[in-house]
């Protein structure tokens, strides 16, 4: 079958609705990050069955587009914007309470943001740099040994995180 390669991007995205509108963007510098699943598995349709969108949901105005550009493109100097949010991640908590000790667990790090990744239960925490990212992940490894924990580049996990195989054909 086909794999999938996995490689640096230079593109970032303004993902809304359902996932389905996409609008990139250069991303800029590379950004370092810690990746960690505490094991959950989360099915993607039961999350959206449990997420509750506000009525009537509100328009992302240009300037918070901007703004995201903005912070993309400045390589991660400056602290996480205060819209870094997912909205399933209410969702998926409903569904896992756990996933609130893995945001607090990120969240006692010095790192410049944490969220949820998707429909979860993945979560990330922003790093200023390599050694900051492999240093954090090295903590969350040795105050929660069960979890999976790496240290990634911009999409590049460090090290490989494992060969992703592709969906079947239809």
Same mark, same amino acid.
């Given at each position: ?5 996995s490689r640096p ?7 809304s609705g359902r996932? $389905? ?14 990746? &960690? ?5 989360? $099915?993607?349709?039961? &999350? ?8 009537p949901p509100p328009? %992302? ?22 819209? @870094? ?21 990120? $969240?006692?790090?010095?790192?410049? /943001?944490? /969220? ?17 990212? %492999?240093? @954090? ?11 999976? &924990? ?15 195989? %592709?969906?079947?054909?239809?």
């Amino acid at each position: 079958g086909r794999r999938w390669r996995s490689r640096p991007s230079t593109w970032s995205c303004w993902i809304s609705g359902r996932g $389905e509108l996409v609008v990139p963007f250069p991303s800029g510098p590379p950004r370092h990050y810690v990746l &960690v699943w505490p094991g959950i598995v989360l $099915e993607t349709a039961r &999350v959206y069955a449990a997420w509750r969108p506000p009525l009537p949901p509100p328009p %992302a105005p240009p300037i918070v587009k901007d703004r995201v550009a903005s912070w993309i493109s400045d390589g991660g100097a400056r602290e996480a914007p205060d819209f @870094l949010a997912n909205d399933l991640e209410l969702a998926a908590v409903s569904l896992a309470p756990f996933l609130r000790e893995v945001r607090a667990a990120l $969240e006692r790090l010095p790192a410049r /943001g944490v /969220g949820m990744s998707g429909s979860g239960s993945c979560f990330f925490a922003i790093a200023p740099d390599r050694g900051a990212a %492999a240093s @954090l992940a090295e903590r969350v490894r040795a105050a929660r040994p069960a979890w999976r &924990v790496w240290a990634a580049r911009r999409g590049r996990a460090q090290p490989p995180a494992g060969r992703l195989t %592709a969906p079947p054909a239809a």
